[in-house]
């Protein structure tokens, strides 16, 4: 029986994946599909062109199924298409087509994207043109400026889709900021945790984690930056513009606050390995801190004004002594001179200060703030 409902159980809950994902996704593919069959009517029935395959390839790859840099994407794409055409049709019109044909026409084709700008699309999209024309399309099928035209076709039907029927950029920055203040919640709770047990392994473990951030990061930047371009594009989604500035602030200042938890995480390894006293009050500090990011993250959550995440952070290093003075501490323990504390201090104090920022205050505000809550503390 249990081997019968352990593989039944997985593909349940594979399948419950799955339908997230495709709930989670139905708008852009609405878009993609919306976008090939506008490319191909224009492209085929408008300007009469006999095989537009291009235009709708053009539209699928423009928007793509995910939010990503859409303008960026067109424009590469037409210029890939076309100088992949435009060296197929001029080269093999001469040399004929064959194996040879092929590897010179596919190596200039990619020179030539390489150097006019090397970005990936444009490049892969060289590529490829350039094999269609050789092998499945040669000249005298169809002309290399039709073919053109049908990428450049494709490519705004994609804007215009996006303009149309746009995705909401705010649920994928979001879902993308979201993302990065959980990974700094886990990291703290974990240089906390590994402070009050005295645990290296769990230490090691943080600093890996604290590590392992930066790709969040520059998914949320991608993110908003895409945003940026769909909130251009598209009337309905300007007003959101402004929030997307915010999202641009926090973003900057959560990368910050991630940095200090690198350098947080990896002290906190070296004070636990060099056996020094610790202030009890330290990881405490820390744990309020990261309830402190867990209030940021309900705010964006609920749409709800970031301001209100503030309180949150200034009691977090109000209520530690340890904060103002890293010599305090509950009571003597073994170990050598606590060298690290005044290090582990100054970031903790570098993250709220990060935060508080991420709420929109300025860094002046924020040490205003910060300084009234820690007279005693020398912030910089």
Do not use: K
């Not at 349940?12 to 709930?23: I, K, L, N």
């Not at 076309?82 to 197929?88: A, D, E, I, N, R």
């Not at 170990?335 to 920022?357: E, N, Y």
């Amino acid at each position: 029986m249990t081997g019968t409902t352990g593989p039944l159980a997985r593909v349940r809950a594979r399948g419950r994946r799955g339908a997230r994902r495709v709930r989670a996704s139905w708008l852009p593919i609405l878009q993609c599909a919306v976008a090939a069959g506008l490319a191909l009517w224009v492209a085929g029935d408008l300007l009469g062109h006999v095989r537009p395959f291009f235009a709708p390839i053009a539209a699928v790859i423009s928007l793509g199924v995910s939010l990503n840099s859409r303008l960026r994407r067109a424009a590469e794409l037409v210029v890939g298409v076309s100088l992949g055409v435009l060296v197929g049709d001029l080269i093999i019109a001469e040399i004929g087509s064959g194996v040879w044909q092929l590897m010179l026409v596919v190596a200039l084709a990619i020179t030539l994207a390489t150097f006019f700008d090397g970005g990936n699309l444009i490049v892969a999209q060289a590529g490829a043109s350039a094999v269609l024309v050789t092998t499945l399309l040669p000249p005298g099928d169809s002309g290399g400026i039709d073919r053109c035209v049908d990428a450049l076709v494709g490519g705004l039907a994609g804007i215009l889709v996006a303009a149309v029927i746009p995705v909401n950029p705010i649920r994928f920055v979001r879902r993308s900021a979201r993302r990065v203040l959980d990974d700094l919640v886990t990291v703290l709770t974990d240089v906390a945790s590994a402070l009050r047990r005295n645990d290296r392994e769990s230490a090691a473990r943080a600093l890996r984690r604290a590590r392992d951030t930066q790709t969040a990061i520059d998914e949320l930047r991608t993110a908003v930056g895409a945003a940026g371009e769909v909130a251009a594009v598209s009337p309905l989604h300007r007003p959101r513009r402004r929030m997307l500035r915010r999202y641009r602030e926090l973003t900057d200042r959560a990368d910050y606050a991630h940095r200090n938890a690198r350098v947080l995480a990896r002290r906190t390894l070296a004070a636990l390995e060099d056996h020094e006293h610790v202030p009890e009050e330290l990881p405490e500090a820390i744990t309020e801190l990261a309830a402190a990011v867990g209030a940021l993250i309900r705010e964006l959550g609920q749409d709800g004004d970031r301001e209100r995440a503030r309180p949150a952070f200034l009691d977090a290093v109000g209520r530690s002594p340890v904060l103002a003075d890293p010599s305090a501490t509950t009571g003597p323990r073994e170990g050598t001179p606590a060298v690290s504390v005044p290090v582990l201090v100054a970031q903790v104090r570098s993250i709220a200060l990060d935060l508080l920022q991420a709420t929109g205050m300025s860094r002046a505000e924020a040490l205003h703030a910060l300084r009234d809550r820690i007279p005693d503390a020398d912030l910089g």
